[in-house]
């Protein structure tokens, strides 16, 4: 396993009259190197990644990974918008703010997965490459809702972030409810690091509730920008650049055959690789592997 968990630079950027707090790499100001952007997924925060980041540099990247909108140290928006839209016009305003080109790249994990599909195909010519880990492009995800109760026994957890009672039980006992969650979505990794460094992002009750204003946006009463309307419903298109997407065979979240049943509704240019002996935040289990993989596809 890597051991580079150096502290990158923090970036504050005005996007969307929102502050995004990223963690970049040292070249980031080099405009004739090609832009990176890593958006994180729940729960978790753009420490998830540390060690792409110098690999990503290594290659050749400059790198951005901001904290999604509502987690700290990025601010709480004042409309609560939280659909994926919202964060999708967040990336694209940091390709923006960084001056991407159209070599950008963009990795999502989570829901940064559908983040960066959405973003992808709603500005198409904004990036050269697409990846995506532990959510697959596509309707395979939801459609797994429709025909899979394992998949829906699996998901509880989002049907419970509908009620009030989540918002006492998921803080206590200093984010409990969150150790939980890592260890049933990827089973006998030691996440003791990540989730000292993915806390603090969550325990203000306005960044928690942030952040499950993603799940009430998806699924529940939470707000909906009708002027981003057209974005949203770019959310299950499947990206058109080349595309890598990774899933781990022991994801506890979403389990492997949702992302086998995504094959069958993706085109020739979406790669999808399972990885072995791996769960729900595959790139931290196994990083030596999927951080080359990914290295290696847009290289």
Same mark, same amino acid.
């Given at each position: /396993? &890597? @051991? =580079? *968990?150096?502290?990158q630079p923090t970036e504050v950027v005005s996007v969307n009259g929102l502050d995004i707090s990223c963690l970049t790499s040292p070249t980031i100001s080099d405009s004739s190197l090609p832009l990176a952007i890593c958006v994180h997924g729940f729960p978790d925060s753009a420490h998830t990644w540390r060690m792409l980041i110098p690999r990503l540099e290594?290659?050749?990247?400059?790198?951005a990974a901001p904290f999604l909108r509502g987690y700290a140290p990025s601010a709480v928006p004042a409309d609560g918008a939280y659909q994926v839209a919202a &964060?999708? /016009? =967040?990336?694209?305003? !940091? *390709? +923006? *703010?960084f001056g991407g080109d159209s070599r950008a790249v963009i990795i999502g994990h989570d829901w940064g997965a559908p983040i960066t599909? @959405?973003?992808? &195909? *709603? +500005?198409? =010519?904004?990036?050269?490459?697409?990846?995506?880990?532990?959510? #697959? #492009?596509?309707?395979a995800f939801a459609a797994a809702f429709l025909t899979s109760t394992d998949q829906l026994k699996k998901s509880w957890y989002m049907f419970f972030f509908q009620s009030g009672l989540a918002d006492l039980v998921v803080p206590s006992n200093d984010l409990a409810f969150i150790d939980m969650l890592w260890h049933d979505w990827s089973p006998g990794y030691d996440a003791t690091e %990540? !989730?000292? !460094? !993915?806390?603090p992002s969550l325990r203000d009750p306005a960044n928690l509730t942030a952040a499950l204003g993603f799940y009430r946006a998806a699924l529940g009463d939470g707000y909906i920008d009708p002027a981003l309307e057209a974005v949203q419903a770019k959310a299950q298109d499947v990206?058109?650049?080349p595309t890598l997407y990774l899933h781990g065979t022991n994801d506890g979240g979403i389990g492997s055959e949702v992302a086998e049943s995504a094959r069958s509704m993706v085109g020739s240019n979406v790669t999808i690789e399972i990885i072995d002996n791996t769960g729900h935040f595959l790139h931290l289990e %196994?990083? %030596?592997?999927?951080?080359?993989?990914?290295v290696g596809f847009l290289s």
């Open positions: /396993m &890597s @051991t =580079d *968990h150096a502290a290594q290659a050749g990247f400059r790198v &964060s999708a /016009m =967040d990336v694209v305003g !940091l *390709h +923006e *703010h599909y @959405t973003a992808a &195909s *709603h +500005e198409p =010519d904004r990036w050269a490459n697409v990846v995506g880990l532990a959510v #697959p #492009p596509g309707a %990540d !989730l000292a !460094l !993915l806390k990206p058109k650049q %196994d990083p %030596d592997n999927v951080n080359a993989r990914i």
